[in-house]
């Protein structure tokens, strides 16, 4: 069974405390070079590739001198996702649509960016400043429209979950199209006997009848992002109703 080690905290707050007087020979390397590192390999070759032994090689140094900043190499994988998350900035005034737009331009640019990230579960996310920005962000920018309290933290994550699955797809086809050479269109092209010689039509009157109007004549990276933007207008549709509908007490919204 994994167990937490607190270990990863003090690394993950880094910047969040006094730094501590420096006393005798100054390190040669530091956290944030060994992260920095460890991302520019990942974003290169993939996650795979950003190893301790690789990372130190980078650096230069023995693979066991690296363990002196990060004690793993699961802790480094959290270190390097949660600088990535921080990397966004996320800070806005604006409204409540500018302020997700703004968040999803932000999130879809760091996976293109880090397209490894599609390689690591965010289903148990490393508890540091990049993650809690994200929360705090999306908490605020529902908080405008006015919901219960008790409303804020699933409309957040709902959010949240929507936007950045569409950002991990994309970078997941990015991976692909890396590894194998293909597109995902081309993937679909070197199936198309399937439809040809295998595809009932009887079985299948909804495809068919969608088939014959033209609507999957668009390649599969532009369906994805119809899809994403219909699925993300109804949802803050539905979100944006919730705040206005009915009546609440005021000490249940936040002040």
Same mark, same amino acid.
């Given at each position: ?14 910047? @969040? ?96 960016? @880090?397209?490894?990230?599609? +390689?690591?579960?965010r ?10 920005? +994200? ?19 699933p409309?957040?994550?709902? &959010? ?9 797809h ?33 079985? @299948? ?17 532009e ?15 539905? &979100?944006?109703?919730?705040?206005? +509908? ?5 000490d249940?919204?936040?002040?």
């Open positions: 069974m994994e167990e937490f080690s607190p270990r990863i905290l003090p690394l993950l707050w880094r910047r @969040h405390v006094p730094a501590r007087k420096a006393v005798g020979r100054p390190p040669r390397l530091s956290v944030d070079v060994v992260v920095t590192t460890a991302i520019r390999v990942a974003d290169a070759e993939g996650l795979e590739a950003a190893s301790m032994a690789r990372v130190a090689a980078e650096l230069s140094v023995a693979t066991m001198s690296l363990y002196t900043y990060v004690p793993s190499r699961p802790e480094l994988v959290d270190l390097m996702v949660d600088e990535v998350l921080w990397s966004r900035d996320l800070r806005s005034d604006d409204g409540f649509r500018p302020r997700i737009a703004y968040f999803a331009e932000r999130t879809f640019a760091m996976y293109r960016a @880090h397209p490894w990230l599609a +390689e690591v579960s289903v148990r996310p490393p508890v540091g400043p990049g993650t809690l920005a +994200e929360t705090e962000f999306l908490l605020a920018a529902v908080a405008t429209l006015g919901l219960p309290l008790r409303g804020l933290s409309a957040a994550t709902a &959010i949240a979950s929507w936007v950045t699955s569409a950002a991990r994309e970078a997941e086809s990015a991976l692909l199209r890396r590894t194998t050479g293909l597109s995902t269109d081309e993937w679909w092209m070197q199936r198309g006997e399937m439809w040809e010689s295998w595809f009932d039509v009887e079985s @299948h009157p909804t495809m068919t009848s969608i088939w014959n109007a033209g609507a999957f004549d668009r390649g599969a990276d369906q994805a992002q119809d899809a994403y933007e219909y699925g993300l207008d109804l949802l803050l549709r539905g &979100i944006e109703e919730r705040g206005t +509908e009915g009546s609440v007490e005021r249940d919204r936040v002040p």
